[in-house]
């Protein structure tokens, strides 16, 4: 990559930061110090130094025109000629298991356009935060939690999500005890231990938290004698299932799939609630990447169900086809959000 590549790609994300800031200060953010830490300490500075600059939205606006000016001619998109991409994909589920199914894909897609996409595999759902901060990772496939996190705090898009075997293009959430347990309310929950994904989920965390506080629950660390986040919602299913954990949070579509490998999972376990349905797991695309480059692959992914090559690729994910996608469409997942007591624009998160 080019040193004015490079320098452009650094004024852009500055000035999306900016940006940001300016939003949350137009939106009523009153939380004017977290901004402001979130935006400098991503391009080397401390906020403490800088805070009296920002304490008025005339200074963000300052700023935004100043490094927009800078800039100029130089703020260009990333090209997509033979660039390197690497598509982040969430543990969901085995690592194997989700590489495998999206392995083809990413060759497609390097077989088709000038560029290179490569899968990595996040270790956490946390990690593509720092991730796609620091450029690692221009492209992603989200859950619908993560993918509005995306939309709201990071320079990310969506693209096209992909239809499920059953036509649907959603999930939802499940809270889930064992079949043998005396578990039917949120009162009987008191004292046992719960076994969620991580603070970046919506089944897996988000829904939970939000239904837990419609029934009084505030502090979870306290109503339970243990909370415990297993990092993946296969791994909450095995916890319930295993007696490692007395209540499980986990994504429908999670389920069915351990269902048809493992009929334990039906024959041993009840679901007790379920969430309102929110996007599948979506393709997300860096802003900094050339605008052609995202639309061919929206076009590519769209019209997969049309040639033979295309319908065994979807096959192996267990797709129908894609649809396109839009950054409304995670209007669910905000107000879900909302209900559990966070703000996406502004959430920031430690798994214990």
């Known amino acids: 990559m080019s040193t004015m590549l490079a320098y452009a790609m650094l004024l852009s994300f500055i000035a999306s930061l900016v940006g940001r800031a300016v939003s949350m200060a137009c939106g009523g953010v009153t939380d004017q110090k977290h901004a402001t830490h979130f935006i400098f300490t991503r ?18 606006l300052v700023i935004t ?16 000629d033979n660039l390197a991409i690497n598509i982040g994909l969430i ?25 290179n996409f490569r899968l990595t595999m996040l ?10 901060t620091s450029n690692e990772v221009l492209a992603a496939f989200l859950g619908s939690f993560t993918g509005g996190l995306a939309s709201a705090q990071l320079s990310m898009e ?61 502090d979870l660390g306290t109503f339970f004698s243990e909370v415990r986040f297993w990092g993946s919602h296969d791994a909450t299913v095995s916890a319930v299932l295993n007696s490692e954990a007395d ?27 379920v969430s309102p349905r929110v996007p ?29 090559e295309g319908r065994a690729i979807l096959e192996s994910m267990g797709a129908l086809r894609f649809e396109v996608t839009r950054t409304a469409d995670y209007g669910p997942v905000f107000d879900l ?12 998160y430690i798994n214990k």
């Open 91 to 115: 543990p969901e589920r085995n690592i194997f298991d989700q590489v495998a199914r999206y392995e083809t894909l990413a060759e497609y897609l390097s077989s088709e356009l000038d560029a």
């Open 158 to 218: 969506p693209i096209a999500r992909p239809v499920n075997r059953d036509g649907t293009s959603t999930y939802f959430g499940q809270i889930f005890v064992r079949k043998d347990s005396d578990i039917k309310t949120v009162a009987d929950m008191q004292g046992k231990r719960l076994a969620l994904v991580e603070k970046a989920t919506t089944a897996g965390y988000v829904f939970p938290r939000a239904y837990l506080r419609r029934h009084g629950v505030e």
């Open 123 to 132: 270790s956490r759902y946390g990690n593509i935060v720092e991730r796609i």
């Open 337 to 348: 959000a909302a209900k559990a007591g966070i703000d996406i624009e502004s959430y920031s």
């Open 280 to 308: 599948s797991n979506g393709l997300f695309m860096s802003t900094l990447l050339d605008p052609g480059l995202k639309e061919q692959v929206r076009d590519l992914l769209i019209n997969l169900e049309n040639t033979v």
């Open 65 to 80: 025109m100043l490094v927009l000016t800078v800039a100029g001619p130089w703020a260009a998109t990333v090209r997509s």
């Open 247 to 273: 209540i499980g949070a986990a994504k429908n579509t999670v389920m069915d799939w351990r269902m048809q490998a493992d009929p334990r999972v039906e024959e041993e376990l009840r679901v007790l609630a």
């Open 43 to 60: 391009i080397g500075f401390r906020a403490s130094a800088i805070l009296p600059l920002l304490r008025r939205k005339v200074h963000h």
